[in-house]
């Protein structure tokens, strides 16, 4: 298995400020590189123009399927002061894959100081069973310790439209940073997935991810996720997610709209 440090490792970027990266198998979501990842490798590509900024938005669209070798042309569309706007066009053989746009800010003094968004009451990781039954968990999550603490196993016909569980990467190696969250934030399944009561695809087309930090800690690598869905309808789901460390502080809001042909 390619670990996620190996992976970043191993991404090299020409005199044009392209990048190249290559996605292993064991990092697909079905036909495609998942979702996570590919933000994760986008904003890596990013940090070659704006490496000295902290990231507060990251918005993503999954155009098309992506995996093996992937290219990554990041294109600087306004440098200010204090922000700075970066797109990732994320191409491979068969076309078009993603494109992100990443917005980046330093902190500036303000009279406003609050995060009122409070983490559920649930148990911690170290009292959590698996989230995923025995056999029936995709490829990529395999990267990730993940542990159920709200809602219901992916297709069990659940009337739950909210899961929670607690993840971190495997490779602890994985530094603290933003490209490590968006490479982890989407891990879980979505939430209508739980509702399912067989299998059916469902994808990503959209997702929207805002860093309420810069200050990214927590222990021994655990996040609290809960992502819930909020609508289900014409084969479509929106669904919002927020992410916390280990002491119930908010790192990460974000809102998904999901495909779902079942």
């Given at each position: 298995m390619t670990t996620y440090t190996e992976l970043l490792a191993g991404l090299k970027r020409g005199?044009?400020?392209?990048?190249?990266?290559?996605?292993?198998?064991?990092?697909?979501?079905?036909?495609?590189?998942?979702?996570?990842?590919?933000?994760?490798l986008c904003l890596e590509a990013a940090r070659g123009l704006v490496d000295d900024l902290p990231l507060r938005s990251a918005q993503v669209?999954?155009?098309?399927?992506?995996?093996?070798d992937v290219s990554l042309k990041p294109t600087l569309?306004?440098?200010?002061?204090?922000?700075?706007?970066?797109?990732?066009?994320?191409t491979q053989e068969q076309g078009f894959a993603a494109q992100c746009v990443f917005a980046f800010g330093k902190a500036r003094e303000s009279s406003l100081d609050f995060q009122e968004i409070a983490m559920p009451d649930v148990p911690g990781p170290n009292d959590a069973p698996s989230f995923f039954r025995e056999g029936r968990r995709p490829g990529f999550t395999n990267n990730f310790?993940?542990?159920?603490?709200?809602?219901?196993?992916?297709?069990?016909g659940s009337d739950k439209r909210s899961i929670g569980l607690w993840m971190r990467h495997k490779d602890q190696?994985?530094?603290m940073d933003a490209t490590a969250i968006l490479a982890l934030a989407d891990a879980p399944p979505p939430a209508a997935l739980s509702m399912l009561k067989t299998p059916a695809p469902i994808s990503s087309m959209t997702w929207m991810a805002e860093f309420l930090t810069e200050d990214i800690t927590t222990e021994e690598g655990w996040f609290f996720a809960l992502h819930t869905a909020?609508?289900?309808?014409?084969?479509?789901?929106s669904q919002a997610m927020t992410l916390w460390?280990?002491?119930?502080?908010?790192?990460l809001i974000g809102r998904q709209t999901i495909t779902v042909f079942g």
């Open positions: 005199d044009d400020g392209r990048v190249e990266a290559s996605v292993s198998p064991d990092w697909m979501q079905g036909r495609t590189t998942y979702g996570g990842l590919t933000a994760a669209a999954f155009v098309g399927p992506s995996g093996g569309l306004r440098r200010g002061k204090n922000t700075a706007f970066v797109t990732v066009d994320m310790n993940m542990k159920g603490v709200l809602g219901d196993a992916p297709i069990t190696a994985a530094p909020d609508t289900a309808t014409n084969g479509y789901s460390n280990s002491k119930r502080e908010p790192i």
